[in-house]
């Protein structure tokens, strides 16, 4: 009996997480034959969630192991890339296609969608926080909004759509990194009394734990804020502000208030932090105050889901679509300047690009032959250097 309600790697590798009409589809298919029929299958994202106009491609790393030994070919975006639904004509833009036979590889359809639909709505939304934040420290609060079993799926998204740290020690471990925080109410109730518990907090941490200190637990926010400099001085990195909502009224003021004390008593390097039911609009007012370090929990860690959806367009060598959907194999080219996508049948040769005439590279690339991975994955910081790279040329 399984104690904690998550699948195992095994499970997963061998179709157990899948729907079952995939099973049946198969068990109908093999007894009349077909099975072996060779597909082609792309995934689309009709539109995004919120009106995002871009997503931020993540789980591709998950895919490939999904499709390593089986006799499938895989096409896709990189892990990282950020993409558009549709192109500058408004054809859907496949980010990823396989290609084999139907009955090797359909009860695989649903843990792809899975590894792809939620890491990528995740990271998404951390690079939407990361545009927001400018340059501030932003750390990836949000595991406790989901069940621990996905943790390190979270915090490794939101790292790579751009956050600076993560909270989970399962996290910072999947990202090869050292947990980031700073302290709870708890520590400052236990103690009593603020200033025992900042000074105790800093007796005790090694000297890389960046000393933040609450400082709404009984006090005015102000107020707590003078005495946190004043009690650690120049070892004091920062001050966090995590008021509840309902007592928040003019937080924007209340942030502009507490930078001016600070500054005013000579504390300017203290940075502001602040967390508490943030998302990329509240970042953005508070940025402009003054605060340079957020908390990000809820609105990252239960991000939308990107409804990818995994469609045939070729049967047997030949174009075959659904309604709605476009048949035939294709390509996705991206302008090296402008960003401009533009899907095109697979066989045709690079396009200029048809908004600035600069040249285009092709986006999606074999990722999986014969069920050998065609090449290394890139580290984890690799994928967030390219996110935060291609972030300059995309806007909120
Ligand atoms: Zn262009």
């Given at each position: 009996m399984a104690r904690f309600n998550i699948a195992s790697e095994q499970e997963i590798k061998s179709g157990g997480t899948t729907d079952v009409y995939f099973v049946r589809t198969k068990e109908v298919l093999q007894a009349k034959g077909l099975a072996n029929m060779n597909v082609v299958m792309e995934a689309t994202a009709s539109e995004l969630p919120d009106g995002w106009p871009w997503g931020l491609l993540c789980g591709v790393d998950e895919v490939i192991h999904l499709f390593e030994g089986l006799p499938v070919n895989v096409y896709s975006m990189s892990e990282g890339t950020i993409f558009r639904p549709r192109d500058v004509h408004g054809l859907r833009v496949p980010v990823s296609a396989v290609e084999g036979s139907y009955g090797d590889f359909c009860i695989f359809e649903t843990p792809f969608l899975g590894l792809i639909c939620q890491a990528s709505g995740i990271a998404t939304k951390s690079a939407r926080v990361r545009k927001a934040a400018i340059d501030s420290f932003v750390i990836s609060f949000g595991i406790r909004r989901v069940h621990p079993g996905i943790s390190r799926m979270v915090d490794r998204s939101s790292y790579i759509g751009g956050l600076d740290g993560v909270s989970s020690l399962s996290g910072a471990d999947a990202i090869g990194k050292k947990a980031t925080g700073t302290m709870p109410h708890a520590l400052i109730m236990l103690f009593g009394d603020q200033i025992k518990a900042w000074r105790a907090f800093d007796e005790v941490m090694?000297?890389?734990?960046?000393?933040?200190a609450l400082v709404d637990t009984y006090y005015d926010e102000k107020t707590e804020a003078i005495m946190a400099a004043e009690t650690l001085k120049e070892k004091l990195h920062g001050v966090r502000l995590d008021t509840p909502p309902s007592r928040r009224g003019d937080f924007i003021d209340l942030v502009r208030e507490v930078r001016w004390e600070l500054d005013t008593r000579g504390y300017s390097n203290v940075k502001i932090y602040v967390s508490g039911g943030l998302n990329e609009e509240s970042i953005k007012r508070l940025y402009e105050v003054g605060a340079r370090g957020f908390g990000v929990g809820t609105s990252i860690s239960n991000a939308p889901t990107i409804d990818f959806a995994l469609d045939i367009v070729e049967k047997e060598g030949r174009p075959e679509s659904k309604r709605g959907k476009l048949s035939g194999r294709k390509q996705v080219w991206r302008c090296c300047e402008c960003t401009t996508d533009i899907v095109l049948p697979f066989e045709m040769s690079e396009p200029r690009?048809?908004?600035?005439?600069a040249s285009t590279e092709p986006m999606l690339k074999p990722i999986i032959r014969k069920g050998q991975i065609v090449e290394t994955p890139s580290t984890v910081d690799q994928t967030r250097r390219y996110v935060l790279e291609q972030l300059k040329k995309f806007e909120l």
């Open positions: 090694p000297e890389d734990v960046m000393r933040i690009c048809s908004s600035c005439g």
